[in-house]
């Protein structure tokens, strides 16, 4: 996930050294491909044991690679862990957890392709919230790219029909949730250094998981325990490969390309899990990535501007 997006995506995690976009985009097409793979792991997972389960243990190798990663920089842990708004960064770290919760209950429950082309929509969502509580200006051309974004949902949830129901609507809080993290991480760039909400994203988020994990724990089982290996791999890798496209480039460059998870994690969920994909799924999904797309062009011209 975003996890890119987020899984996760932490935009302006470094400040590049020197601008090197063509290595960015290569690292930030590798983030969605090992966020993919994780994506259809966690599909598995959930379909064999319970979502807190599987959160737990992610995060645990989560916690302990931010960890690793803080502690080589400059500082050390207790610098990088310094903010004036701790509140701000412990609710963004749990709201995270629990939207990585939500996001694999709904991989079971309506598959990754269903999930993903809903999840599109989040940045649209991030853009209309930051009016309102960040206070930033948008104009009439990013608002119509949001309603039309919205629109492209409708065309995929289709209320009214026998496709829409409570499972289908736990994508939509799963791109809400995200958005709200994304409007906290903005507010919380204003006081604090990136790798500060980095670091508390994990520690929060894997605090929140180790405390609940122990009572809903199921063992893994068999070849499973490699399944669990992997996934906690991937997400660390993942994380890894997006600090780098990070480090190499600006996070405007790189974040057209995190539309390419819809791609990837369709396909893992189409040959691997057998998910449809509708007419009205496709129409849906180009809708929202394209006005996700026109909203981000419009934004980098008002920021020049």
Not at 19 to 42: E, H, K, W, Y
Request: with cysteine; charged share 10%.
């Amino acid at each position: 996930m975003p996890q890119l997006a987020v899984v996760g995506c932490e935009q302006g995690l470094v400040h590049p050294m020197q601008d090197n976009p063509r290595l960015g985009i290569i690292m930030m097409i590798a983030t969605t491909v090992v966020f993919s793979v994780q994506d259809g792991i966690s599909r598995y997972l959930a379909e064999h044991y319970n979502v807190i389960t599987v959160v737990t243990i992610r995060y645990m190798f989560f916690m302990a690679f931010v960890l690793a990663y803080s502690a080589r920089q400059d500082g050390g842990i207790r610098k990088i862990a310094s903010s004036p708004q701790l509140p701000v960064q412990i609710g963004r770290g749990l709201l995270l957890a629990g939207q990585i919760c939500v996001a694999i209950l709904s991989f079971s429950t309506v598959g990754l392709v269903n999930f993903h082309a809903v999840f599109a929509s989040y940045p649209l969502m991030v853009m209309a919230l930051s009016v309102p509580v960040l206070g930033e200006a948008v104009g009439w051309r990013r608002w119509l790219a949001v309603c039309i974004g919205f629109c492209g949902v409708l065309l995929i949830l289709r209320p009214g029909t026998e496709m829409f129901g409570s499972a289908s609507i736990l994508p939509v809080l799963a791109a809400f949730m995200m958005a709200v993290y994304g409007i906290l991480t903005r507010y919380a760039a204003r006081q604090d250094a990136a790798l500060t909400s980095f670091f508390w994203t994990a520690i929060a988020g894997g605090i929140a998981m180790l405390a609940i994990g122990p009572f809903f724990w199921v063992p893994p089982v068999g070849t499973d325990w490699y399944w669990m290996g992997l996934l906690c791999l991937t997400g660390t890798g993942g994380h890894y490969l997006l600090i780098k496209a990070l480090d190499a480039t600006k996070a405007s460059t790189i974040q057209p390309f995190a539309y390419l998870q819809l791609v990837f994690a369709s396909s893992i969920g189409i040959l691997v899990f057998d998910d449809s994909l509708d007419p009205m799924l496709i129409v849906g999904s180009a809708i929202i990535v394209g006005s996700g797309l026109f909203a981000l062009q419009r934004e980098r011209q008002a920021a020049q501007s």
